[in-house]
């Protein structure tokens, strides 16, 4: 099974800073990867596939890179709205780690 | 536009069945996977299965033999259930939809607390 690790598990950053949150697969997943942003009480909402392609509607300070097993997801200046949990996903093999941790992005 | 809704009860018995229904609206039975997702309180994503329109469905192997999930095309509809459930199966339940594979989710519900309880 392929095991998904994200890290910082949490991080505190200000309105404006550039923040980076770092996925690692177990194995080389080469670019089945995806970025999802939740907010409290709501539903997980797709912010990047395939390692590096924006989701239509998302903003371009979201951004994704990474093959194989190391990838890392970059908010530039970090908006008010985007205090979240994010996690990343590999849909590279099937379940049951598909989904990462999370790392909980705070308002420092 | 793909918006779903969860419909169920929010509480089960354990060693009953859970059963969930999603209805679709603004997209074409035939142009999505349909998944179901789950979130125990506090904890994180968990991913249960999908069904395609031809019927192919593709299940968490850990949740394999308890899962249904099936398709309902003439109500625009398709459902989850989930048997034997324990406290353990607790969970926010998602109704999710993708066009690229089962596992990409464009399109979610709001989801459903599901509480297993005597």
């Known amino acids: ?108 | 536009q793909v918006q779903l809704q969860e419909s169920g009860p929010g509480l089960v018995k354990p060693s009953e069945t859970l059963s969930l229904t999603c209805t679709v609206s603004g997209g074409s039975i035939r142009d999505y996977f349909w998944s179901w997702i789950r979130q125990p309180p506090g904890k994180g994503l968990e991913w249960i299965g999908y069904i395609y329109y031809s019927g192919t469905t593709n299940y968490n192997p850990s949740l394999k033999s308890r899962i249904t999930i099936s398709l309902h095309t003439s109500k625009t509809q398709f459902s989850l259930k989930l048997s034997s459930v324990t406290a353990a199966d607790t969970a926010v339940y998602y109704c999710a939809s993708g066009f690229r594979d089962g596992y990409t989710l464009d399109y979610w519900g709001q989801g459903t607390l599901v509480t297993v309880s005597s």
């Open chain 1, 1 to 108: 099974d392929i095991q998904m690790t994200q890290s910082p598990s949490s991080l505190s950053a200000s309105v404006g800073d550039r923040v980076t949150i770092t996925c690692r697969a177990s194995q080389s997943i080469t670019t089945y990867l995806n970025w999802y942003q939740q907010k409290p009480g709501k539903a997980p909402k797709l912010l990047i596939y395939a390692a590096s392609s924006l989701q239509s509607g998302v903003p371009s300070r979201f951004s994704g890179t990474g093959s194989g097993t190391d990838f890392t997801l970059t908010i530039t200046s970090l908006q008010p709205e985007d205090f979240a949990t994010y996690y990343c996903q590999q849909t590279y093999s099937t379940p049951p780690d598909t989904f990462g941790q999370g790392t909980r992005l705070e308002i420092k």
